[in-house]
C-alpha cells in the first residue's frame, strides 16, 4: 500500500535535485546543506575566535549539515516503511484504521512543520540577541560577519526544528498506531519479538537521527556560560533530551503494553480451549455418551490428545514471545544515540577546562 502521498518542502527539493543527480545526500548537500558551511566561514575569524568556540562551531555546524537528507529520509523513507511493515502485525479488520492513520500523520509531517520550528525560532533567536556581546568577542563585529552569523542561526533553528517535527510524529505515530490500531502478535515471527521489531527498529532510527543534536551541546555551553540569560540555552538543552528520550522509551512501553494486553487475551483464549479438550478428552476415556454437542463431536481420543498438545504448544509459544521491540541491534543503536550526548557534554568539559 501506498503510503507517501504528501511530501515536505525540503523533500520536494531534494527530489527535484535527484533529477539530476541520483544520490539524496549529495543532492541535500548541494542544494542546502553547504549553507551553515559559508556562513561559518563568513562569520568567524581563527585568528580572533578562541580554538574551544572554534570547536563548538564546527561541531554544530556539522550536526546541520546532513539535516536536508535527514529530514528527506524520515519523509521519503523511514515513516512510508514502517507504516508498510507495520502491515504485518496489523489485525485484517484494522487495515482500513491503519491506512487512515498514515494518511493523518502522513499530512501532519507535511504542512504542519512549522510548529515545532516555532519552539526553537523562539530559543534560538533570543541567544542570538542575546549573546551579541559574546559574539563580538570572538571577532563576529561587523555587520556581514553578523548577518552570515545570524543566517547560521537561522538555518540551525529550522533544521534543528524539522528534526524535532519528526521526533515529534513518531511518538504520536506509534502512540495512535497503539491505540486505534488491532494488533496481531505472531509468537512465531522470525525477529522473535512477536513482529514488534518494526517499531522498535523505527523508534530507534528517528532517535538516533534526533541525538544529532548533541554534536550542538559544547557551543550550547559555550555560549550559556558567557551570556545573561542562560536559562534559555539550557530551555533547549533540556528540550532536547526530553525528545530524544520520548523517542525510544514512550513508543517501547506503549506498544508493549498493548501488545501485553494482547497476549493475555490470547492466552485466556487458549486456555479455555486446553480446558473444553481436557474435559472431552475425560468424558471419551470414561465412556461417556452424553458428550456436549459442538465441533468435536466427532473427534476421537487420540486426534483430541493431538489437538491438546498443539493447543498446549500455542499457548507456551504466545506465553513465552518477547514483546518488547528490543533485539541486540536495537539495544547497540539505543546505546550509541544515548551515549552521543553524554560524551558531547564531557567533550565540552574537557576542552573548557583545557584551552
Known sequence: MEYNATSLWVSRIVDWGRGYVDRPLLVAFLTMGWIPVVCS??????????????????????????????????????????????????????????????????????????????????????????????????????LVERGAYLGFFCYWLLFA??????????????????????????????????????????????????????????????????????????????LFVLLVALNFLYPTYKVNRRAQDLRERMLDNHRERIRKLEERLALLTEGEADLPDDDLAETNDELLELEIRRARREYEDYQSVQLYPLSIGIITRLASSILLPVCFILFELFITGSL
Open 41 to 142: 566561514v563568513v562569520a568567524l575569524d581563527p585568528s580572533e575566535a578562541s580554538t574551544a568556540f572554534i570547536v563548538g562551531q564546527a561541531l554544530a555546524c556539522l550536526m546541520v549539515v546532513p539535516a536536508p537528507f535527514d529530514v528527506w529520509y524520515y519523509d521519503e523513507r523511514l515513516l512510508p516503511q514502517f507504516f508498510d511493515d507495520i502491515e504485518l502485525i496489523t489485525a485484517a479488520e484494522s487495515h482500513d484504521a491503519l491506512d487512515r492513520l498514515a494518511k493523518r500523520y502522513d499530512t501532519y509531517y507535511a504542512k504542519y512543520w512549522w510548529v515545532s520550528t516555532l519552539v526553537w525560532v523562539v530559543l534560538v533567536l533570543t541567544v542570538f540577541v542575546v549573546g551579541q556581546d559574546y559574539f563580538r568577542a570572538q571577532g563576529i563585529d561587523t
Open 161 to 238: 526544528g524539522l528534526r524535532s517535527h519528526g521526533g515529534v510524529i513518531t511518538v504520536f505515530v506509534i502512540r495512535a498506531f497503539a491505540e486505534e490500531v488491532a494488533l496481531d502478535v505472531d509468537p512465531l515471527h522470525p525477529d522473535g519479538l512477536g513482529g514488534l521489531s518494526t517499531v522498535g527498529t523505527f523508534a530507534i532510527r528517528m532517535t538516533v537521527i534526533t541525538s544529532l543534536g548533541s554534536l550542538a551541546l559544547p557551543l550550547s555551553f559555550q555560549i550559556a556560560g558567557h551570556i545573561a540569560y542562560e536559562e534559555v540555552v539550557y530551555v533547549g538543552v533540556a
